[in-house]
């Protein structure tokens, strides 16, 4: 099951839903920064998901118009629920991203290194104070936060910050065994082939505080 397949058999779990009411469910919640689902695709999901027997549909007369409205199966329940729990059991891939960049220093100057690594630690401060002024804000403003924002906030907050001592650590190491390091250096700039129509796409909002802030489930008003 893809990540889109995922969100969306995760929208219709939450209650009965027409179509149009997933679409906005998933523009408000800024879903489409982080997963690539379209228009159409939404319409594509609920079908595929459909002949699969993980949902059900039913016509329904909403505000006077005839619409298809989609229901979670005890079988789609299941597998959500599956799912989910393989997420959650499953550590962070390695080799990916980050960890690729560290697998590969031996590519730049010791000064290159010193200059990213110190960047990356200066952003990550600035995303942790973010996240962490947002879940003061939901502690403050709710008596009992929900189980499942709390897992976010505290989950996020604990990975920042061995990151952050991780990396205050090493730039500290790698300080000592290059006593150069922190000398300004330029660092390369060279066009990346289809770098170009990389950027055409969607870009992921990477701010932990708004994805975060969007991966909550808020509940309708009623009568929606």
Known sequence: MSDAELTILSLVAEGPRYGFEIQKMVEDRGLREWLIIGFSSVYYILNRLERQKLIRSHQQTIGGQARKVYEISDAGRGVLQTR??????QPRALG?????????LGVLKPQQVFKVLKAHRQDLQQRLEAVEKAWHRHQLEENLVADNIQALYTH?????????????????TWRARYPNADETVEMPNVPVPGEATQRSRPTVNNDPAKVLQRLKRPNLPKGE
Do not use: H
């Not at 989910?84 to 059991?89: F, G, P, S």
């Not at 920042?160 to 001592?165: G, S, V």
């Open 84 to 89: 989910v729990a393989d997420l959650l059991r």
């Open 156 to 172: 996020s907050i604990a990975v920042m910050r061995a990151e952050l001592d991780w990396i205050t650590v090493f730039l500290e």
């Open 96 to 104: 990916t991203g980050f960890e690729l960049g560290l697998a590969n």
